[in-house]
């Protein structure tokens, strides 16, 4: 059963350190999603990656986020470093090329204190 | 914006009633996607319909789409207590293969 895996589904960490998420696709989709999800602002698309590549990363705080895929079976969200308002649901999504529909993971639950 | 915006934010029914969602968009589309999401739950992805298609059914699910009018509808038939989520849309651009979502539908269905 093919599914998008999301690591750790739990993360309580200080204001300061370091977090680092992890996603793994699909096998055979090309295309990556991060998205931020909270009460107040909903569902953001944070970047999004095509045969790795970043194609769009305009809606991740280019000073504390970074986004990569250092190869095709893994994408990482990193903040460095972590504030209480990055407390938030994040997950990662894989679709294949085109128009076709993303799967979703189950999220990373984040807690900044 | 490339975004879908869903209306109403809330709706709330008995079991058994059907419940209709609106999505609206601003640009051309290649195709358009609703997506449900359980409460802390990934999305997962319900029906895709295409510009060129009117009308799509999908179990007790039919979704119809108004390119003219930029607009969708997506209707559930004889609701369970299980259909209690939110729903969202998702319109695709013809050249980018962004995936970006609105606010949503929250819908409860009272047993």
């Known amino acids: 059963d093919a599914r998008v895996t999301q690591t750790p589904r739990d993360k309580v960490t200080e204001m300061g350190q370091e977090v680092t998420m992890r996603c793994q696709p699909i096998l055979g989709h090309n295309t990556v999603f991060w998205y931020r999800q909270t009460m107040m602002q909903g569902l953001e698309l944070l970047a999004y990656f095509r045969n790795r590549a970043p194609l769009d990363d305009s809606g991740m705080p280019k000073d504390r986020f970074s986004a990569e895929m250092p190869d095709a079976t893994l994408a990482t969200l990193k903040i460095q470093p972590s504030e209480p308002r990055d407390s938030a649901v994040y997950f990662c999504?894989?679709?294949?090329?085109?128009?076709?529909?993303?799967?979703f993971g189950q999220g990373t639950r984040l807690t900044v204190v | 914006s490339q975004q879908g915006e869903e209306d109403p934010q809330a709706l709330s029914i008995q079991e058994g009633e059907n419940a209709t969602m609106n999505c609206s968009y601003k640009t051309s589309i290649n195709n358009l996607q609703w997506y449900r999401q359980n409460s802390g739950r990934g999305l997962v992805h319900l029906i895709l319909?295409?510009?060129?298609?009117r009308e799509k059914h999908s179990g007790r699910l039919r979704v119809t789409l108004d390119t003219s009018k930029k607009s969708s509808s997506l209707l559930i038939t004889a609701s369970r207590a299980a259909d209690t989520a939110s729903y969202f849309c998702a319109p695709r651009m013809d050249s980018s293969y962004k995936l970006i979502f609105g606010s949503g539908t929250r819908l409860l269905v009272r047993p």
């Open positions: 319909i295409r510009s060129n298609e």
């Open positions: 999504a894989s679709g294949q090329q085109g128009w076709t529909e993303a799967f």
